[in-house]
């Protein structure tokens, strides 16, 4: 078994209402950033496991990933990176 | 009948659902440690609002793993009734009890005021002591409460029935204006499909009480007794 880093990014789907990027948005625009068109605010989950190989890292925290760490009702998930320790 | 109150470890709303069960009601009612096994020959479960779990994560989304909430599916599944309010919806929908999930407010505030709400099915064990449109007046207390699901899971819960409660304003209507927390289609309660898990973002256990300001949650409680000894 090797020790992994798995890096996970979870974004609200689009389509859903998100005020928390559209918030941002908002005050990015008022400093100016006019070419701004959308803000999404998510999460970045970096989990440390164990795994024999890479692929079966990522495969277990992607497991992960639609068991708790990401609502599939109103969340997108994607392995943002799997690093060797 | 013996209420079944879950105590997760953030839980708030544990007390007045107690209160409203044993003082208004005059039932029997038993907290739940969130780590039990079992149920305690509760008939029905109220998963009670509040934090649990700090709301990390997403409400609600640790909640469902607790060993209470074995029992607590596998009492819905045998068609058991659970109440599900504020936390306990955010709960629910994340244990795949009710359809939808909860988010963030539109507004991004917490909000806690009285709300209107219509009522939009009578034929449930929860609402059966209304009257099909009455206008009732419940605080919310939340900051995750805008109901949200696929378009067509909502399609479905309008066909059959399951929305029970809308935000609506004085005149009874579920427009924008009305609508707390930018939940779709003003959805403020729905009942899964057998119509034994209920789950709504307002507090019916807090208006029990003409000295808190509003009775229009009593007769919830006193349609479950209803529908039981029916």
Request: proline share 6%; aromatic share 6%; net charge negative.
């Amino acid at each position: 078994m090797t020790p992994y880093r798995v890096a996970v990014h979870i974004l609200p789907r689009r389509g859903i209402l998100d005020p928390q990027g559209k918030a941002v948005a908002d005050a990015l625009h008022a400093l100016s950033f006019g070419d701004v068109r959308d803000v999404r605010v998510g999460r970045h989950i970096v989990v440390e496991t164990s795994a024999p190989d890479e692929a079966s890292a990522e495969r277990t925290v992607r497991d992960m990933c639609e068991r708790l760490l990401a609502n599939p009702v109103t969340e997108d998930f994607s392995i943002a990176s799997v690093e060797a320790l | 009948m013996k209420f079944g109150i879950v105590t997760f470890p953030g839980s708030n709303c544990d007390y007045d659902a107690y209160h409203a069960v044993v003082d208004a009601l005059g039932e029997e009612a038993v907290y739940l440690w969130h780590k039990d096994h079992d149920l305690r020959g509760a008939d029905l479960v109220v998963l009670p609002g509040g934090f649990s779990y700090g709301d990390y994560l997403r409400a609600g989304a640790i909640a469902r793993f607790s060993p209470i909430m074995r029992e607590v599916i596998a009492h819905a599944e045998r068609g058991g009734p659970v109440l599900a309010i504020c936390n306990g919806f955010q709960i629910a929908c994340e244990a795949g009890l009710l359809p939808g999930a909860l988010l963030r407010n539109a507004s991004l505030c917490f909000i806690c005021e009285p709300v209107r709400l219509r009522v939009e099915n009578t034929d449930t064990m929860f609402t059966n002591q209304y009257r099909r449109g009455q206008i009732l007046r419940i605080p919310i207390a939340h900051g995750e409460g805008r109901f949200t699901a696929d378009p067509d899971v909502l399609d479905r819960l309008e066909g059959e029935g399951q929305v029970v409660f809308r935000y609506v304003n004085e005149a009874g209507a579920a427009t924008a204006e009305a609508n707390p927390n930018g939940s779709e289609r003003n959805i403020a309660g729905i009942v899964s499909p057998r119509g034994n898990v209920m789950g709504m973002m307002p507090h019916p256990e807090r208006a029990v009480d003409a000295l808190l300001g509003s009775t229009d949650g009593l007769p919830l409680f006193e349609s479950i007794l209803a529908r039981v000894s029916a």
